[in-house]
Antibody
């Protein structure tokens, strides 16, 4: 199992960014995969999940600004981040839901850094 | 959201020591608790889920216990590679939430 995130970078407040999470060793279409973020020097914050059945859910802090999606043919998950704020600055990890429950995480990617600053 | 409080925030110990980290939860989560280890510059790694089930490949010196609102991570004999930051996480209620972390440093 491997998860590889790409797409991070420096963005001005109000801008948009799209993160990708390429999965291998398992199918994103039959697993739950989340985005979890970590602000510099801070703790972990769950951001969003894409259920295997297609439902999506978001943390209140990003609802209405971020959109999670997936491409089953590419076995890849995405996070479209709009209306970015300084407080969105963080390392963004994608993580697979654990055995029997989507909401703990048994495999994580290496993360991609998003910096929102003018 | 459910609040998670870990103690201590910083723990100094020596190789070979037995250490415990506490995680207190703001409401009853039964046994829906996980523990992660994170080393500097790396992603978190799952150690324990369901409060006490060891993830495959994790050394047996790690153990978890507790239920409802009080949980503990124990490392029986510290090895050099165990110095890291540890997080607890509840997955009983939406959204899943994490503790603030416990940094385990070499004394």
């Amino acid at each position: 199992v491997q998860l590889v995130e790409t797409g991070g970078g420096l963005m001005q407040p109000g801008g948009s960014l799209r993160l990708s999470c390429a999965a291998s060793g398992f199918s994103v279409s039959s697993n739950y995969v989340s985005w979890v973020r970590q602000a510099p020097g801070k703790g972990l914050e769950w951001v969003s999940v894409f259920y295997s059945g297609g439902n999506t859910y978001y943390a209140d802090s990003v609802k209405g600004r971020f959109t999670i999606s997936r491409d089953n043919s590419k076995n890849t998950l995405f996070l479209q981040m709009d209306s970015l704020r300084a407080e969105d600055t963080a390392i963004y990890y994608c993580a697979r839901g654990g055995l029997g429950d989507w909401a703990y995480f048994d495999y994580w990617g290496q993360g991609t850094l998003v910096t929102v600053s003018s | 959201a459910i609040w998670m409080t870990q103690s201590p925030s910083l723990l100094s110990a020596s190789t070979g020591d037995r250490v415990t980290i506490s995680c207190r939860v703001s409401q009853d989560i039964s046994g829906y608790l996980a523990w992660y280890q994170q080393k500097p510059g790396k992603a978190p790694e799952l150690l324990i889920y369901a409060a006490s089930t060891l993830q495959s490949g994790v050394p047996s010196r790690f153990s978890g216990s507790g239920s409802t609102t009080d949980f503990t991570l124990t490392i029986s004999r510290l090895q050099s590679e165990d110095f890291a930051t540890y997080y607890c996480q509840q997955y009983h209620s939406f959204p899943p939430t994490f503790g603030q972390g416990t940094e385990l440093e070499i004394k």
